[in-house]
């Protein structure tokens, strides 16, 4: 297929072509040109050095290539519905959220920052079943256990795979007061977005987080950060 835009935003324009995703970072006009390049480089490879650890955490696009001279990061294209599209139209929203909160556990236990926590960075896909399984059981018990995609709603009782994309924002090392941060942004973010069902999503994603080997810490934190946004909501 033709090369097409997918998304422009402020920091970088993604184009798809066939079955793969180019990031490419934004020039800055008001910046010097060799300041620009130099930025630019330094946070395309940041981010694609964080693409792969995290990959070896949770799912996530698989990068390809980087390109340092185009300030390019190819990767895999996920097909999948966008949760930030999607969610409110789920049967199973519960466990898509509870694989939210453990995606997050995973990448705070490794010292992994987000930055940018949003349903419009997950993508939920179909889980890959283990033919190997089925050998021998026959086509109908195939098409039973199959989840199956149907417009926004997911079908199936075999569990859900939510892909992580887009960390721009993110970097390594956090420590709890980032990822406090990091849970007091997906709130926000499923507050706006998802506003009708937005506590009970968050209570689910909670639920997942709950695996976090520092969960005491992080949420004493959370509580902090949280007064902290109700103060500044106030003033």
């Keep these: 297929m033709n090369p097409k835009i997918i998304q422009q935003g402020a920091e970088a324009v993604l184009i798809r072509e066939d079955n793969f995703v180019l990031k490419r970072r934004a020039k800055k006009g008001y910046r010097i040109n060799e300041l620009d390049d130099k930025l630019r480089k330094q946070r395309t490879r940041k981010e694609a050095k964080l693409l792969e650890k995290a990959g070896k955490i949770i799912d996530i696009p698989k ?7 185009k300030m390019e990061i190819e990767m895999e294209f996920i097909s999948g519905l966008k949760l930030s599209e999607s969610l409110d ?18 990448l705070h236990d490794a010292d992994i920052i987000h930055g940018d926590l949003t349903t419009s960075n997950m993508i939920l896909v179909e889980k ?7 050998i021998g059981k026959g086509k109908k018990l195939l098409d039973k256990s199959r989840m199956v995609l149907r417009g926004s709603t997911v079908e199936g009782d075999n569990g ?70 109700r103060y500044k909501r106030q003033y």
């Design 160 to 229: 859900v795979v939510v892909y992580f994309i887009d960390f721009g924002l993110g970097f390594e090392n956090g420590r709890i007061e980032d990822k406090a941060v990091d849970l007091h942004l997906i709130k926000q973010a499923l507050e706006a977005k998802h506003f009708q069902k937005w506590e009970k999503y968050f209570e689910a994603v909670l639920k997942g987080y709950e695996l976090s080997e520092n969960l005491d810490k992080v949420m004493k934190q959370f509580k902090k950060v949280e007064k902290r946004g």
């Design 128 to 134: 890959k079943l283990d033919s190997s399984s089925l």
């Design 89 to 106: 139209n789920l049967k199973n929203w519960k466990e898509v959220c509870l694989e939210i909160g453990k995606n997050i556990s995973k």
């Design 63 to 69: 990068v390809l290539k980087v390109d340092d001279a």
